[in-house]
């Protein structure tokens, strides 16, 4: 099993920014793709961006390019979700997940996710 646990989340007014950050822990060995998707009230979970663990490639949404950035930390297990220019739109509970399948936005193809850290940007 795999433990994730995001943090960083808050209320920021737009043209902010946040980090979030998503520790792993338990038995992470082979699960190297590593993503951050986002749910908006009353939308559908989306893809924001994964990171490939071992590789450091990442590839990221089209609403979270030149804006989002992903970047980790090996010694503390941690991968990062940097958000810049933030506007009201990307208000919503962000997760972050972990799997063995890449690259993919599917939401399918993460075995473990975290609880989610909310992330409101006011006008």
């Known amino acids: 099993q795999v433990q994730l646990v995001e943090s960083g989340g808050g209320l920021v007014q737009a043209g902010g920014s946040l980090r979030l950050a998503c520790a792993a822990s338990?038995?992470?060995?082979?699960?190297?793709?590593m993503a951050w998707f986002r749910q908006a009230p009353g939308k559908e979970r989306a893809f924001v961006g994964a990171?490939?663990?071992?590789?450091?490639?990442?590839y990221y949404a089209d609403s979270a390019k030149g804006r989002f950035s992903i970047s980790r930390d090996v010694a503390k297990n941690t991968v990062y979700l940097q958000m810049n220019s933030l506007k009201p739109e990307d208000t919503a509970v962000y997760y972050c997940?972990?799997?063995?399948?890449?690259?993919?936005?599917?939401?399918?193809?993460?075995?473990?996710w975290g609880q989610g850290t909310q992330v409101t940007i006011s006008s």
């Open positions: 338990g038995r992470t060995y082979g699960t190297f793709a």
């Open positions: 990171h490939h663990w071992i590789g450091g490639n990442t």
């Open positions: 997940a972990a799997g063995r399948l890449w690259p993919s936005s599917n939401q399918g193809a993460y075995d473990y």
